[in-house]
């Protein structure tokens, strides 16, 4: 596999990418499945941008808290870099 696909932020940028994706689809799916129904009776809860406030309220911190508990577990996997005190390298004595 190249190098540069193996990169941590490479990694990172592609889960928030389709992090984005996911929280705009089902932005888009609540909001069309909540305004295809019958007429609410409360006229405000019909216009589109109350659905959009009551998704950022209720929704909006789930998706973040699993897009933080997901990078989180992204850095444990991709992010350590190795410790160059821990590798057992032993130079050999030299003959004089």
Aim: proline residues 9%; charged residues 15%.
């Amino acid at each position: 596999m190249d190098k540069p696909l193996r990169s941590p932020q490479v990694i990172y940028t592609a889960t928030t990418a389709l992090w984005g994706i996911g929280l705009l689809v089902h932005c888009a799916w609540r909001t069309f499945a909540a305004l295809s129904g019958p007429p609410s009776p409360d006229l405000y809860a019909n216009h589109i941008s109350f659905q959009l406030v009551t998704f950022l309220l209720v929704w909006v911190p789930a998706w973040l808290l699993g897009l933080l508990l997901l990078l989180i577990g992204e850095f444990a996997i991709f992010g350590r870099k190795p410790n160059p005190s821990s590798k057992r390298t032993r130079e050999k004595p030299r003959a004089a």
